[in-house]
């Protein structure tokens, strides 16, 4: 097998050395992902308008297939750029998954062209606002909210993130509120209702399961505190909702 591995590539080479086709070098290659990681925003739309004019291998029969071969290495690459530029990796890998969901809906080499840009652009967004965030607080109160962010499904105290970060808890405290605006209660509060309208926006989880899926002491616990800081019941924000933001998800899939 290694021997027809061995002669099948050194005819593909042949024949694209006979075409005049040569691969970007790893630094051009690597180039558009740092900007991306790098969250430069007009640098790296200047880069996305030199991508449509580039000449890719041949990775398939299909023009179609072609694109969605792109496609996936493409994002795949990206996706660990910014898990390394400090994206949380869960929104780094959700995101990925879900624009190689919304391609593998699509039938138009134009469009798949189209969500790349999208998808670069996006990502680039996010990593800009990480970078400004990184600019903003120490790294101690980032460390912080970065566990925050990958614990939402736990229950979270002051003592027990002072803990893990080896951290006076009333240090903590003081620190926290000082940068952030809110104490720490608060801001777990929050990105936890956050994570909370999410689900009842796009997902059919019972309140009962966000409930516990969030940490939170139970349905009426989580129904209570949705109330006093949103303004209606997690049913209610569904109803208002979940039609709205599937139709929303419909068009840009299709």
């Given at each position: 097998?290694?021997?027809?591995?061995?002669?099948?590539?050194?005819?593909?080479?042949?024949?694209?050395?006979?075409?005049?086709?040569?691969?970007?070098?790893?630094?051009q290659?690597?180039?558009?992902?740092?900007?991306?990681?790098?969250?430069?925003?007009?640098?790296?739309?200047?880069?996305?308008?030199?991508?449509?004019?580039?000449?890719?291998?041949?990775?398939?029969?299909?023009p179609?297939?072609?694109?969605?071969?792109?496609?996936?290495?493409?994002?795949?690459?990206?996706?660990?750029?910014?898990?390394?530029?400090?994206?949380?990796?869960?929104?780094?890998?959700?995101?990925?998954?879900?624009?190689?969901?919304?391609?593998?809906?699509?039938?138009?080499?134009?469009d798949?062209?189209?969500?790349?840009?999208?998808?670069?652009?996006?990502?680039?967004?996010?990593?800009?606002g990480?970078?400004?965030?990184?600019?903003?607080?120490?790294?101690?109160?980032?460390?912080?909210?970065?566990?925050?962010?990958?614990?939402?499904?736990?229950?979270?105290?002051?003592?027990?993130?002072?803990?893990?970060?080896?951290?006076?808890?009333?240090?903590?405290?003081?620190?926290?509120?000082?940068?952030?605006?809110?104490?720490?209660?608060?801001?777990?509060?929050?990105?936890?209702?956050?994570?909370a309208?999410?689900?009842?926006?796009y997902?059919?989880?019972?309140?009962?399961?966000?409930?516990?899926?969030l940490g939170?002491?139970?349905?009426?616990?989580?129904?209570a505190?949705?109330?006093?800081?949103?303004?209606?019941?997690?049913?209610?924000?569904?109803?208002?909702?979940?039609?709205?933001?599937f139709?929303?998800?419909?068009?840009?899939?299709?």
């Amino acid at each position: 097998m290694i021997k027809k591995m061995d002669a099948a590539l050194s005819d593909y080479l042949f024949k694209q050395r006979e075409e005049e086709f040569v691969h970007a070098t790893l630094s051009q290659e690597m180039s558009s992902f740092e900007l991306v990681k790098n969250g430069e925003i007009s640098a790296l739309k200047k880069a996305l308008v030199r991508h449509r004019k580039k000449t890719f291998p041949k990775l398939s029969e299909s023009p179609l297939q072609q694109q969605r071969y792109l496609f996936v290495s493409i994002i795949t690459t990206c996706c660990r750029f910014c898990i390394e530029g400090g994206m949380p990796s869960d929104e780094s890998y959700g995101l990925s998954d879900l624009y190689i969901r919304r391609m593998d809906a699509m039938n138009s080499v134009d469009d798949i062209k189209a969500l790349y840009e999208e998808m670069m652009l996006d990502y680039a967004e996010r990593m800009k606002g990480y970078h400004d965030l990184y600019k903003e607080y120490s790294p101690k109160i980032l460390q912080c909210m970065d566990y925050i962010e990958n614990h939402l499904h736990d229950r979270i105290t002051v003592q027990m993130l002072a803990d893990e970060h080896e951290m006076n808890a009333s240090w903590l405290s003081t620190v926290f509120a000082k940068e952030v605006g809110m104490s720490v209660s608060d801001y777990i509060r929050h990105k936890k209702l956050t994570a909370a309208k999410y689900l009842l926006s796009y997902n059919e989880y019972s309140c009962t399961d966000i409930a516990e899926y969030l940490g939170f002491a139970g349905e009426s616990h989580f129904s209570a505190l949705f109330k006093k800081y949103e303004g209606v019941t997690p049913k209610e924000y569904r109803r208002k909702t979940y039609n709205k933001s599937f139709t929303s998800m419909g068009k840009q899939i299709n």
